[in-house]
């Protein structure tokens, strides 16, 4: 058998249709992830035990909810969301339909993340930072998130990662994308040849993610 009967079942217009509709979904999914999650790990942070706006009934508040939307499986979650999306985007298909669930997946496990990168920062940066009068704000914007930068950037691309395996979920719903056609062709008519294409392009990208990102945390690091 040779290559092109292999391949016969591959419509490539469709594969490179599909390819960019995974890349938008990620590339919008985590715009907004960065967006809302940032801010929210800060506060996590901040909110925590030994920190500056120290409040235990507001970090359990917090945790509660990231804990709950962490722990829900995205493939229910994309359901369950259905009404939401519909009202918010108009559609529940589509790119601009799985946008919101990925945002809403996504973005409490980029907050930990960010939680993690900052309770990493040393200590006596913060209370140096203080000693010289500074406000919250220039504590966060010039002490906190300059130092904990090269951990922000890593958490940006497991975030990344893990929105590529969500938008491949996101297919059993109609979302499109490259999780959509190894669904609809590899999975259900049997299409070996459609699935192998799917998962290769979703690996690939998944490496190029992971060496972008590493360079960007090696860059940003002090030596």
């Known amino acids: 058998m040779d290559t ?3 391949f016969a ?3 490539w217009r469709e594969i490179w249709e599909a390819t960019q509709d995974t890349l938008l979904m990620l590339g919008g999914s985590l715009v907004f992830t960065v967006v809302l999650g ?3 790990g800060v506060l996590l942070f901040l909110c925590g ?7 235990r009934l507001a970090y359990m508040a917090l945790s509660f909810v990231v804990n709950v939307l962490r722990s829900l499986p995205f493939i229910i979650l994309l359901i369950v969301m ?4 519909v009202l918010l985007t108009g559609t529940s298909l589509g790119v601009a339909g799985a946008i919101p669930p990925l945002v809403v997946g996504a973005t409490p496990f980029f907050a930990r993340l960010v939680e993690t990168a900052l309770r990493e920062v040393d200590r006596g940066i913060i209370e140096a930072t203080q000693a010289m ?3 919250t704000r220039q504590i966060i914007l010039s002490a906190l998130l300059p130092e904990a930068r090269p951990g922000i950037i890593a958490a940006i691309t497991v975030t990344a990662i893990t929105l590529v395996s969500y938008t491949a979920m996101a ?3 109609g979302a499109g994308g490259l999780g959509d056609l190894a669904i609809r062709f590899g999975y259900q008519r049997f299409q070996t040849d459609v699935m192998i294409v799917t998962v290769v ?4 990208l998944v490496q190029v993610l992971q060496s972008v990102g590493d360079r960007l945390v090696v860059h940003f690091s002090r030596k």
Do not use: H
């Not at 259905?82 to 999306?85: D, L």
């Not at 392009?201 to 690939?204: C, D, P």
């Open 133 to 135: 009068g500074a406000t």
């Open 38 to 40: 940032l801010p929210l």
């Open 82 to 85: 259905i009404p939401f999306t």
């Open 9 to 11: 079942n591959v419509d």
């Open 201 to 204: 392009l979703l690996l690939v």
């Open 171 to 173: 297919g059993v719903v």
């Open 4 to 6: 092109l009967t292999f």
């Open 49 to 55: 035990p030994r920190q500056l706006f120290e409040n």
